[in-house]
């Protein structure tokens, strides 16, 4: 994830996704960065398995590994799905089985009597 986090190599991502681009052709969509820091940057990212690397005389051609990234975007998924159900969980009411009907029973309220953990307060009558 660290690899990604350099967001010219994201955007090297981008650039490789559909189609297969030369070293040279991704270094051309940065006139700010030398080629050695691009060719720098597709070795990290080849070196990741997030790109291929493809060789066609002296040429290097590089595309982006979609399997790997599908796997990295399903193991991210992952952590936003547990976190949008611990959240549905703790914004729904729990819900109880009392016989063949389901109640709901609400969680207590500013106006309830008891909160948390407190002790009833005693009544004294005279």
Excluded at 73 to 86: G, H, N
């Amino acid at each position: 994830m660290k690899t990604l986090g350099e967001p010219k190599r994201c955007e090297i991502v981008r650039l490789v996704w559909s189609e297969e681009l030369a070293a040279a052709e991704v270094a051309a969509h940065f006139p700010d960065v030398t080629r050695s820091a691009i060719s720098q940057h597709l070795g990290v990212l080849r070196n990741a398995g997030l790109v291929t690397e493809r060789r066609e005389g002296v040429r290097r051609l590089y595309t982006a590994n979609q399997a790997e990234l599908e796997r990295l975007r399903t193991f991210l998924d992952s952590f936003w799905s547990d976190s949008l159900v611990r959240l549905r969980d703790l914004a729904e009411p729990s819900r109880t089985c009392q016989g063949d009907s389901m109640t709901t029973e609400a969680a207590p309220g500013p106006d309830s009597p008891h909160l948390g953990n407190e002790e009833p307060e005693e009544r004294v009558t005279a």
